[in-house]
């Protein structure tokens, strides 16, 4: 019975791995594109560190990445204060 689980093979994985990090792409948008949870996603990049030898990443990217992450913290943050102030209301 086939499951519709695709294999992917370690280079496949790197190789999904380079395009979101470079990309800046979300997590919702590359399991779409591939087929893969999103769960399966964090676990290839636990895995495979941003700095690992074998992503092989340019330093610029790594840069990049953390940067994109610093500059949506705040806007993370005012959501959520944002929504407690609503749930606040609503009790």
Request: charged residues 30%.
């Amino acid at each position: 019975m086939k499951t519709g689980r695709t294999k992917f093979t370690e280079s496949d994985k790197l190789s999904i791995l380079r395009e979101y990090y470079a990309s800046g792409a979300s997590l919702y948008s590359m399991s779409k594109k591939y087929g893969i949870e999103r769960g399966t996603l964090r676990y290839w990049m636990n895995k495979y560190p941003m700095n690992s030898e074998s992503l092989s990443l340019p330093s610029q990217t790594i840069e990049d990445v953390m940067a994109r992450k610093k500059s949506n913290e705040p806007d993370e943050i005012a959501k959520l204060q944002a929504r407690i102030k609503e749930l606040e209301k609503a009790l």
